[in-house]
């Protein structure tokens, strides 16, 4: 797998001789999942270039498994400390949203892999399972590579890489990952919104329906899951009728590799809308309008 990541970033320079640079887009992807957030993947890659820069060069065999294992280091410390803050969270905690490319939705595997879906049960993991998990599943190290990059031995790699695997099969949700259904359902879904048609809408939503909205205490939002196409649906009109977001649109927009949608208001981007689908219903909602975790939506076309 290695480089190829649907997590875009704002390297394109090919010719580039600083390996850092080179590796930038596989180093961002390693922290946007170990984290789950934009800013903290960014504040991490901005620690290892200093890092990087203060080294001697002479003294690094192989640069990339060099800054793999500092970039990983890195994020396994910020990720221990963030567990803390995260249980005094108000509300549900969701990942960071992160505008990636429209053709990411192609790469089926690696887009599942940043997916709304797969960070949110990423979060169940314990740090160590969650930087073995990304590291073997996401771009296939081998146990040896990964026991280099967190000093653990490899029997040790070994146990962690099968239990993180296996905690993760049984908790992924297994969602339509078909391009053109998920258009037409989307398509479906903005009518009902912009029209303001609760039916419609509920036809939409699956019977066991569950919304969660993260607004870390910043703005108004759900403290708790919605269940149900009912209160599901009249919560989200609801949500889009409020005067602060009056003439605010939905469009559509590939967000974590996955078609979803983007709540803008003129030029300000105020939340993303994330979902998986099962036989055509929207089955999970995701709804991010923390304002602080709105970053990654936030990047023009010259950076993508």
Same mark, same amino acid.
């Given at each position: 797998m290695g480089d190829d990541d649907p997590v875009q970033d704002d390297i394109h320079d090919d010719t580039v001789a600083d390996p850092f640079l080179e590796h930038r887009r596989l180093l961002f992807g390693t922290?946007?999942?170990?984290l789950g957030t934009v800013t903290d993947a960014e504040d991490i890659l901005q620690d290892a270039w200093l890092k990087w820069h203060e080294v001697e060069r002479d003294s690094v065999e192989h640069p990339k498994s060099y800054l793999v294992r500092t970039v990983t280091n890195l994020s396994l410390n910020r990720l221990t400390s963030a567990r803390a803050t995260r249980e005094n969270y108000v509300g549900p905690w969701l990942p960071e949203p992160l505008l990636t490319a429209p053709n990411a939705a192609e790469e089926s595997e690696m887009a599942d892999t940043v997916s709304t879906a797969m960070l949110v049960v990423l979060e169940t993991l314990s740090p160590i399972e969650r930087a073995v998990f990304v =590291?073997?599943?996401?771009f296939g190290y081998s146990h040896a590579e990964i026991a280099g990059f967190v *000093?653990?031995?490899? $029997?040790?790699?070994?146990?962690?890489? !099968?239990?993180? /695997?296996?905690h993760v099969e049984s908790r /992924?949700? /297994?969602? *339509?990952? *078909?391009? *053109?259904?998920? $258009?037409?359902?989307?398509?479906?879904?903005?009518? $009902?919104? !912009? +029209? +303001?048609d609760v039916n419609a809408l509920m036809e939409l939503l699956a019977p066991d329906v569950t919304l969660w909205n993260d607004g870390g205490g910043k703005v108004t939002a759900a403290r708790r899951p919605l269940f149900g196409p009912d209160h599901v649906a009249r919560w989200l =009109?609801?949500?889009?009728?409020?005067?602060?977001?009056? +003439?605010? /649109?939905?469009?559509?927009?590939?967000?974590?590799?996955?078609? +979803?949608?983007?709540?803008?208001?003129?030029e300000y981007q105020l939340g993303a809308i994330t979902y998986g689908i099962v036989d055509d219903r929207l089955h999970d909602v995701w709804f991010q309008v923390n304002p602080g975790k709105l970053s990654g939506l936030r990047r023009t076309e010259s950076e993508q």
């Open positions: 922290a946007y999942r170990m =590291l073997r599943e996401v *000093d653990r031995p490899e $029997a040790t790699i070994r146990q962690i890489a !099968h239990r993180a /695997r296996a /992924r949700p /297994r969602f *339509d990952t *078909d391009g *053109d259904r998920r $258009a037409e359902v989307t398509r479906k879904f903005l009518a $009902a919104a !912009h +029209g +303001g =009109l609801g949500v889009i009728a409020k005067p602060e977001v009056a +003439g605010a /649109r939905l469009e559509p927009a590939t967000i974590n590799g996955e078609l +979803g949608l983007l709540v803008v208001l003129g």
